[in-house]
């Protein structure tokens, strides 16, 4: 009996063998901007002082364009003699997710366009404003999550990627 068993086990292992992997079971859930958007809003407004400055964002908007999250925020900027100046900035950034707590955060986030008091801001004319903002924004990114997946997705998640205009989240088995 052994004999016999032992040749057939041989040839049903190089039959597997010989087939193509399996493909993996499992899903693509789509999150459109919106959704993130309505998540980040939750942690808004933010306030930052430094030595000088009262600076508050608020009002986020998402935007996912060119494997990209961009997002805007409303600036108001309080001086030492009480002038509050506002404006808006536009970031993009990429995207970074922590399995342990199922959140997804903006990494390497820049200033694509900033405008105070309705003027743009380029590094030569506020250089100051523009560094504390970008400094400002990276700490507030680095911990502020863009979104938060289910508890019941987070260990199922085998990648996490920007489509052209929603976030991807590949969920297996």
């Known amino acids: 009996m052994l004999k016999k068993l032992i040749p057939l086990l041989i040839i049903l292992l190089s039959i597997i063998g010989c087939v193509?992997?399996?493909?993996?079971?499992g899903y693509t859930v789509k999150i459109p901007s919106q959704k993130i958007e309505k998540q980040l809003k939750k942690?808004?407004?933010?306030?930052?002082?430094?030595?000088?400055?009262v600076i508050k964002l608020e009002n986020p908007t998402v935007k996912i364009e060119n494997r990209k999250v961009y997002t805007g925020i409303t600036i108001k900027i309080k001086t030492p003699l009480l002038i509050i100046l506002s404006g808006k900035a536009y970031i993009s950034g990429n995207i970074k997710y922590?399995?342990?707590?199922?959140?997804?955060?903006?990494?390497?986030?820049?200033?694509?366009?900033l405008a105070i008091n309705g003027k743009v801001v380029v590094s030569s004319n506020m250089p100051q404003i523009k560094e504390i903002l970008n400094d400002i924004i990276k700490s507030t990114?680095?911990?502020?999550?863009?979104?938060?997946?289910?508890?019941?997705?987070?260990?199922?998640?085998?990648?996490i990627k920007?489509?052209?205009?929603?976030?991807?989240?590949?969920?297996?088995f």
């Open 20 to 25: 193509p992997k399996t493909p993996e079971i």
């Open 43 to 53: 942690h808004f407004p933010l306030i930052e002082e430094t030595d000088s400055l």
């Open 98 to 113: 922590k399995p342990e707590t199922g959140r997804i955060y903006l990494v390497n986030p820049s200033i694509e366009y």
């Open 141 to 159: 990114f680095k911990k502020t999550p863009i979104y938060t997946l289910k508890k019941s997705y987070r260990k199922q998640v085998k990648s």
């Open 162 to 172: 920007l489509s052209e205009r929603a976030l991807l989240v590949k969920i297996g």
